[in-house]
């Protein structure tokens, strides 16, 4: 009787030894297989991709991403910014007339999704000729303290202007322009030292404000893009967009 009970004593922990090592051999499996996905997630997303949509006479200007529907964007504004797998992408583009129709563009564009970079897919021109403006301005990663900040112009009517960024105790009269902005032209990204700034928009080479913006808010290690949609010496009507690099990772 002693025996038979020595020995299923043995079976037990012989038993509790090889259910104790294929639990070990599962937790480590289930941790690799986490760590792998985790590092996969972290190679394949890149940074901040949105569209502008700064076509005269448009509603709505829609977009796909490799087939997949990204929406609507209403003239005059941007996107929300998004984080997306890398690759190459075909990218297309719709609009929605008034009675809420829908048409496709004849425009694709195959992009690279790749990198640590904010990237605006500008479409502007008029609804029977839409173009395309790619602009990619990289991770901020210079001193602390600092933002940058950058500006184009893609008004049909409006003559090259001078942006001022200045402080409130700043005239313009003793200030430089912080980048003059010819037709469609990026004035490339312009390192600023945070704070609130006065922004205002002159004709090139003049002190007269066409355009007060009051003030806006420089972001440390922040993209700052201005875009310029509606502009004209002799009119009210001025439209300026300003978008900040949301810095997805």
Known sequence: MESQLSQMRAMFRAFLV??????????????????????????????????????AGSLSIGWELAGSDQGPVEYGRASA??????????????????????????LTYDYEVEGDSDVLLILYGALDDVRLELIEADDFDLDEGFGRVGAINFSTAGPAVDMYLTRD?????????????????????????????????????DKTVVFDADTVDIREDTNHFYIIMDFALDSDSVLVLEIQGDGLT
């Open 169 to 205: 105790d700043e005239g313009i009269f003793s200030a430089s322009p912080l980048t003059s902005i010819a037709d469609s032209t990026f004035s490339g990204m312009i390192d600023l030292e945070d704070g609130e700034y006065r922004l205002r928009l002159t004709a090139i080479g």
């Open 81 to 106: 910014a998004g984080a997306f797998i890398d690759g190459e992408k075909e990218l297309t583009f719709y609009q929605i007339d008034v009675n809420g129709d829908l048409e496709y563009l004849d």
């Open 18 to 55: 090889a259910m104790t090592c294929l639990l070990s051999l599962f937790l480590v499996a289930c941790d690799s297989d986490s760590d792998a996905g985790d590092d996969t997630a972290d190679e394949n997303t890149s940074r901040s991709l949105r569209i502008v949509n700064a076509v």
